[in-house]
């Protein structure tokens, strides 16, 4: 039927058989044929022939070219989403997320990228900064989301939004810390070497829920997200030199469907986590 309505719709414009076949790259006895089929299956007349042969549309033919237009162009628009849909139905990503980002913003994101692209499946691995650079550079990788300002040779560093670090907990003289390699330990150096503190008991944990629950219960003080420090704990600001980003890392030559409008989505959903 597709094929019939297209044959019709080069003899509707251009008034000719002939210039139709031209225009179809087809014979004008098959476009004779598909008319004449054309009007067996709809009982109408399509065209008239005056005296100089000229090919003129009926009042059915305008009628059913207003209809042609409009059902094949959405018949196109169909064929186009169920392609889409078919090629992004197979998009699987995998994700390498530094703990920071994991607890803070990364819930938010998935829930958003869902929502915004239902056939996205997530292999999410978390890591420490310096570990999700070392995936992402083995290419192990499609996407990497880090707290550490780190680069990535060849890679795109996308600045996401801002987390306001502070001083949470109980001065024990015991100091929280996360392992080498991990954003939290290095802005927590950063800050001991600012503020000329010695720890007396410096305790290294890998896990930012760890440190969380440490500082919760009253083991010591740790830098924190203002975002997650427990109700109850007392906090002290450090000024906006220890507000640092997020950030996301991708390699430019790996590609997937959607994969711009993917990058486009999370900064906007990071942007609205700011």
């Excluded at 005296?51 to 959405?74: C, G, H, V």
């Excluded at 810390?177 to 954003?183: L, N, W």
């Amino acid at each position: 039927m597709f094929n019939l309505l297209r044959t019709f719709m080069a003899v509707y414009e251009t008034r000719s058989f002939s210039l139709a076949a031209e225009q179809l790259f087809s014979s004008q006895p098959t476009v004779s044929h598909h008319i004449h089929q054309l009007e067996h299956e709809l009982n109408v007349s399509l065209f008239e022939r005056n005296k100089r042969s000229a090919t003129i549309p009926t009042a059915a033919a305008d009628i059913l070219y207003e209809f042609s237009t409009n059902m094949l162009a959405d018949w196109d628009k169909t064929k186009q989403a169920m392609q889409n849909t078919a090629a992004a139905a197979s998009v699987e990503l995998n994700i390498g997320i530094s703990q920071s980002v994991a607890v803070v913003l990364f819930p938010s994101l998935a829930r958003g990228l869902k929502a915004a692209f239902p056939f996205l499946e997530f292999n999410v691995a978390v890591l420490n900064s310096l570990q999700v650079v070392k995936q992402m550079e083995a290419r192990r990788l499609d996407l990497g989301f880090i707290e550490q300002p780190l680069t990535l040779k060849g890679a795109v560093r996308t600045t996401l939004c801002a987390d306001q670090l502070v001083v949470a907990g109980w001065p024990t003289g015991t100091w929280l810390t996360r392992e080498e390699g991990s954003g939290m330990r290095y802005y927590t150096t950063a800050y001991l070497q600012e503020a000329g503190i010695t720890p007396d008991h410096l305790m290294t944990v890998n896990n930012n829920s760890m440190l969380r629950a440490l500082v919760q219960n009253k083991v010591g003080q740790a830098l924190l997200s203002d975002r997650i420090v427990p109700q109850e704990v007392p906090q002290q600001t450090i000024g906006a030199k220890f507000r640092r980003h997020f950030y996301l890392l991708q390699n430019p030559d790996v590609h997937w469907p959607h994969k711009q409008a993917m990058v486009d989505t999370i900064q906007h959903l990071a942007n609205k986590a700011d």
